[in-house]
């Protein structure tokens, strides 16, 4: 699962990229990913916004089994 997660992330990667932040995986456990926001992104007063509505929602359509993703 962790690769797949792994996978999911680098299509999302760019977005933040362009915005001068990033993502790193943490770690992924009984379906719960977490995930350290980096760059321009960990700062960010959107960064929750960031996290639910966009990381999260991308890893449960490529990634069914994800049931939350956090920030580490």
Known sequence: MKEKVQ?????IRPALQADGGDVELVDVK???????L???C???PMA???LKKGIERVLKE???EVKEVVSA
């Open 48 to 50: 929750q916004i960031t």
């Open 38 to 40: 980096t760059g321009h």
């Open 30 to 36: 009984d379906g719960i990913v977490k995930v350290k």
């Open 62 to 64: 490529q990634v069914p």
């Open 7 to 11: 996978a999911a992330l680098e299509k």
């Open 42 to 44: 960990g700062g960010c």
